[in-house]
């Protein structure tokens, strides 16, 4: 509760120092915020659960592991924003304060026990996003994926709030620990078909936030068109919140056999189409920030399979996957953004033939998104490839072994896309338009090297992270 709490007013305080008209103050005064709450976050580790606002709030193991990763993700991800810094941009107070609001909403879908909260934290970090991704102005792709997304985020969010309603009208409470009781014991057998059709609604409303097939064909555009910074913090922190409320829903509201027959043929359906939609797509894009699009969504069908392993607790093996697996994502997620970003930001392209030549003219950039082009695609030694083999397991334990093979194969496909930047950038020669070396400050190179040791340790020892829900 205290990371709320300090988010909130540090959130405020972004705001009042954007008068000083000194962006120089906000960058470290931000990285300063986030990295209090993140080691304050872990005062209520192992404190036991603490209820507030009448138990719609519930702080735990599984809430603070979740927030470290959100805002631990933010702070990787400040350092990519300097050039917002140089450029003089008059609105990044407001920006930065967005990002720390969001973070709140983000906090809120992995703390919830009511489903009024759940509703709240998703609204709070979606409207930040909606903003942000309409952050240029002057710029007619970021226009025309904000009012995308936001019009997409509208339609989704009454499809979810519907599904709440029948929900409620079917079991009488939003709080979770009283819908499974009522799931369970049923009082009006007439009502069942209202409270599945309302189960239904809420995972299409959260399939849309996680990008899930077939309610992912937003992902793409909106991505292109968003500022690379904010496409990295929606990539990231939006999916992983997303997952630990959509996990939480089906462990503490919907464990009931009776239900699991409803949402896990549906929650399969969906991981094998959002797993054969994001990497099929990911081989036809040109860009590098398209392909990271898709990946996105393929990778909301590996987590996906966290959740098909379901095994009816908030610690057991499918919900420590599903934790390894979003840290090593956003670790690699927000590396391979940042060196696109500073990429795109320079040579003003984002195709695979922008990055000819980068390991001549920029060495330390290549070999960063290498090794996050190598964690995205599972191989050994990153982060990746343990986040897929525990998912992996615990499908594979649960009995899930034909969707576990589909998505081993689906991996092999995503190598030829991970592979074309490495390619682009070790094989292929500079030309007239990439011979100018990339201008990395030593903030931002430190940054980069710190999340390519961070994915290589995750690769090495996953036994220091493995198993802590």
């Excluded at 990285?31 to 036991?48: A, K, Q, R, Y």
């Excluded at 809430?63 to 990787?76: D, E, H, K, Q, Y």
Aim: a neutral charge.
């Amino acid at each position: 509760m205290i990371s709320i709490v300090l988010l909130s007013v540090f959130g405020l305080g972004n705001l009042f120092l954007g008068f000083l008209r000194s962006n120089r103050i906000l960058l470290p005064a931000a990285m300063l915020m986030l990295g209090t709450v993140l080691t304050v976050n872990f005062i209520d580790w192992n404190g036991g659960p603490q209820s507030f606002f009448h138990d719609m709030l519930v702080i735990d193991n599984f809430s603070v592991a979740f927030t470290g990763i959100v805002v631990l993700t933010a702070l990787l991800l400040i350092p990519f924003s300097e050039k917002y810094v140089r450029d003089g941009q008059a609105n990044l107070a407001e920006y930065y304060s967005l990002l720390i609001f969001s973070l709140v909403g983000a906090i809120m879908m992995v703390a919830y026990n009511h489903l009024l909260m759940l509703f709240l934290g998703i609204e709070i970090l979606s409207v930040a996003m909606y903003v942000v991704a309409g952050a240029e102005k002057s710029n007619l792709r970021s226009n025309e994926a904000a009012l995308k997304y936001f019009l997409m985020g509208a339609f989704a969010t009454g499809i979810l709030l519907f599904g709440m309603a029948l929900v409620y009208g079917a079991t009488g409470t939003f709080e979770l620990k009283n819908i499974s009781f009522a799931v369970q014991n049923p009082v009006n057998a007439s009502l069942t078909p209202m409270l599945y059709i309302g189960m239904l609604l809420m995972l299409i409303g959260i399939g849309f936030k996680v990008s899930a097939a077939p309610f992912h064909f937003w992902t793409p555009d909106v991505y292109e068109g968003t500022p690379t910074f904010f496409a990295a913090f929606m990539s990231t922190v939006v999916k992983t919140a997303g997952f630990a409320a959509f996990l939480k829903l089906l462990v503490q509201a919907f464990p009931a056999a009776s239900a699991q027959g409803l949402w896990l043929p549906t929650l399969t359906a969906m991981c094998v189409l959002t797993l054969a939609i994001g990497n099929v797509g990911a081989v036809a894009q040109t860009s590098v920030k398209r392909m990271l699009a898709y990946s996105s969504v393929s990778h909301a069908g590996y987590l996906l399979i966290g959740l098909v392993a379901f095994n009816g607790q908030l610690e057991g093996a499918s919900a420590n996957g599903i934790f390894f697996y979003s840290l090593a994502y956003s670790v690699a997620t927000v590396a391979a953004f940042g060196v696109v970003k500073l990429v795109a930001d320079q040579r003003g392209r984002e195709d695979y033939n922008g990055f000819n030549g980068l390991a001549k003219t920029n060495p330390l950039l290549a070999f960063v998104l290498t090794v996050a082009m190598l964690s995205l695609a599972g191989i050994p030694l990153t982060g990746g490839f343990f986040g897929k083999f525990f998912i992996f397991s615990a499908a594979v334990e649960n009995g899930h072994i034909g969707l576990v093979v589909f998505a081993v194969v689906m991996s092999m496909i995503s190598i030829y896309y991970y592979l074309r930047p490495i390619i682009a950038m070790y094989m292929r020669d500079v030309d007239a338009e990439t011979a100018e070396p990339i201008a990395v400050s030593t903030f931002q190179s430190g940054a980069l090297l710190l999340l390519a040791l961070l994915t290589v340790v995750l690769g090495v020892l996953p036994g220091i992270l493995s198993g802590i829900l």
